[in-house]
């Protein structure tokens, strides 16, 4: 096999960060009760497929300032006033057929009213979709189902632990939260969790 040659001694991913927007009602009475933020994708790879709002990092920012920078070219939406959670790492060595990329996946929990999406940068369409009907793995690009399921099943695990249907941010005094958080980057230091959720000891 012939051996690949590269600017540095050894080679370089590409990183890129993705965003889970999940928007609320203002009642919602279940913890799906969302809809997910999605791209249509106007160029290849994965033109006309289905996507997370996302893309690669610039040498000069963090990668949580690049998923914010992203999601706001692709859709429009403005989200200082939310935090951004990290879901986990994905590097599946063949997720991008472009070459070796490594995704930084965040989820967003906020108000369905904060947002009018509309579709900017390489994004053909932007729109929400119902949690309980995404559309299907085929028609998403890269690894997103995968990281789709990841956060809604997070989603409903730290709801089944809180005891409520605590959708798009909560406060809580159980001390304690337990949301699993995948084991990737879960933050615990006696108050905040992976699941964006204030807790008290």
Known sequence: MERK????????PAVTAD???????????????????LVRRGRDPYKGKWAL???FLDMEETVEACARRELREETGAETDAFDFILLGLY???DRDPRGRTVSAAYLVQA????????????????????ARALPPADE??????????????????VAGVHGDGCGGGGHHGDGECG?????????????????????HD
């Not at 040659?5 to 370089?12: A, I, K, L, M």
């Not at 965003?19 to 933020?37: G, H, K, R, S």
């Open 5 to 12: 040659t590269y600017t540095y001694e050894y080679p370089r």
């Open 19 to 37: 965003t889970v927007l999940l928007a609320y009602p203002e009642n919602p009475q279940e913890p799906l009760d969302a809809e997910v933020l």
């Open 53 to 55: 709002p996302g893309g």
């Open 91 to 93: 590097d599946r060595p």
């Open 111 to 130: 108000p369905r009213d904060a947002f009018d999406p509309a579709a900017g940068d390489d994004a053909a369409e932007a729109r929400f979709f119902p």
């Open 140 to 157: 998403l690009a890269y690894d997103h189902a995968d990281i789709l399921g990841d956060a809604l099943s997070l989603v409903e695990r």
């Open 179 to 199: 949301c699993g958080g995948h084991g990737r980057h879960h933050r615990h230091d006696g108050h905040d969790c992976q699941c964006g959720h204030h807790h």
